[in-house]
């Protein structure tokens, strides 16, 4: 279990606990977090899961590859150094204590 932060537009700051393994997709939707719509469910074809990784944590969950980096130019919010499309983001010890931030557009 790791704990995951997900940052509203209004700064807000749910903690979640997330099971190892899921996606930050998934552990936002478990707890209800606002924001993150993920309308494909995790397919990587609908690009409505976007999260910017905090500054501090980027080299940790490190960049987008292949397709979903192809998909980060196709969200509703401008694309920033950080971008993710968390369903594409594993929970693990590793990123324990992330910190992501939602985009305003996707509220
Ligand atoms: S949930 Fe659709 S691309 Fe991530």
């Known amino acids: 279990m790791s704990t995951v932060e997900f940052e509203q537009p209004d700064g807000t700051v749910t903690s979640v606990d997330a099971p190892d393994g899921d996606s930050l997709m998934r552990s936002a939707l478990t707890n209800l977090v606002p924001g993150i719509v993920a309308d494909c469910g995790g397919e990587l074809s609908c690009a409505t899961c976007h999260v910017i990784v905090d500054d501090a944590w980027i080299g940790v969950v490190g960049p987008p590859t292949g397709f979903e980096d192809e ?26 204590g992330v910190r992501v931030r939602i985009p305003a557009s996707q509220w």
């Open 71 to 96: 998909m980060l130019d196709a969200t509703s919010a401008e694309r920033e150094a950080g971008s993710r499309l968390s369903c594409q983001v594993t929970v693990g010890p590793a990123l324990d």
